[in-house]
């Protein structure tokens, strides 16, 4: 019996190559699931601009709950505070993250936040979550206390993370600006992709 002879499936004739090892010669290219994701319009930035807090008091900024029936993977998240108007601080700015939260004034004021991109340019896709940003005053209750980092006024922060939220789990952003701040410029930023 002859041997199998592995060809193309475009008639254009190729065949595979097969050396004196009887190892069959391929050629691949892996990509990550992120660079995936982004290549097929999946991927997001959600960021909330510009907020400026009036007092030092622990705020919800950033609030994104997911919609879809695929889940979505928070891989990083991008968190800045500009200089303290009267802050003064030791142990620098506290960010939490929260895992699950579910009400408070960020989602019932439901204010969107200022960006909801699709990180490939050429992608019309759009996904389907509740993003809204808070504002000093805002509440946030629900969910338990899950990633806290600290970080100098003035400063961005990127830290690399690998959250999963399935469809109808939420994940929230707080920032507690300096004591006896009275004005600093904060923003939180999620870069995401759904999985799958």
Same mark, same amino acid.
């Given at each position: 019996?002859?041997?199998?002879?592995?060809?193309? &499936?475009?008639?254009a004739g190729?065949? &595979?190559?097969?050396?004196?090892n009887n190892?069959?010669? %391929?050629?691949?290219?892996?990509?990550?699931?992120?660079?995936?994701?982004?290549?097929? &319009?999946?991927? !997001?930035?959600? $960021?909330? +601009?510009?907020?400026?807090?009036?007092?030092?008091?622990?705020?919800?900024?950033?609030?994104?709950?997911?919609?879809?029936?695929?889940?979505?993977?928070?891989?990083?998240?991008?968190?800045?505070? +500009? #200089?303290?108007?009267?802050?003064?601080?030791?142990?620098? @700015?506290?960010?939490?993250?929260?895992?699950?939260? #579910?009400? &408070? #004034?960020?989602?019932?004021?439901?204010?969107?936040?200022?960006?909801?991109?699709?990180?490939?340019? +050429?992608?019309n896709n %759009? *996904?389907?979550?509740?993003?809204?940003?808070?504002?000093?005053?805002? #509440?946030?209750? +629900?969910?338990?206390?899950?990633?806290?980092?600290?970080?100098?006024?003035?400063?961005?922060?990127?830290?690399?993370? $690998?959250?999963?939220?399935?469809?109808?789990?939420?994940?929230?952003?707080?920032?507690?600006?300096?004591?006896?701040?009275?004005?600093? *410029? @904060? !923003?939180?930023?999620?870069?995401?992709?759904?999985?799958?």
């Amino acid at each position: 019996m002859s041997g199998m002879t592995i060809k193309d &499936g475009t008639g254009a004739g190729y065949e &595979g190559k097969v050396d004196s090892n009887n190892r069959v010669h %391929t050629y691949s290219v892996t990509i990550g699931e992120d660079s995936q994701a982004n290549l097929d &319009g999946n991927a !997001y930035n959600v $960021n909330t +601009g510009d907020i400026t807090l009036t007092n030092a008091t622990e705020t919800p900024i950033l609030y994104i709950k997911n919609n879809e029936d695929r889940d979505l993977n928070v891989q990083s998240m991008i968190l800045y505070c +500009g #200089t303290s108007t009267g802050g003064t601080a030791t142990l620098g @700015v506290k960010w939490v993250i929260v895992r699950n939260p #579910t009400a &408070g #004034t960020i989602v019932s004021n439901a204010t969107a936040v200022d960006i909801e991109s699709n990180r490939n340019y +050429g992608s019309n896709n %759009t *996904v389907l979550f509740d993003s809204y940003k808070g504002a000093t005053g805002s #509440t946030m209750t +629900g969910g338990d206390d899950h990633i806290i980092v600290r970080g100098a006024t003035f400063a961005r922060i990127t830290e690399p993370i $690998n959250e999963i939220i399935p469809k109808g789990s939420s994940i929230g952003f707080k920032v507690a600006a300096p004591t006896s701040n009275t004005s600093m *410029v @904060v !923003y939180a930023a999620a870069v995401c992709h759904l999985e799958g």
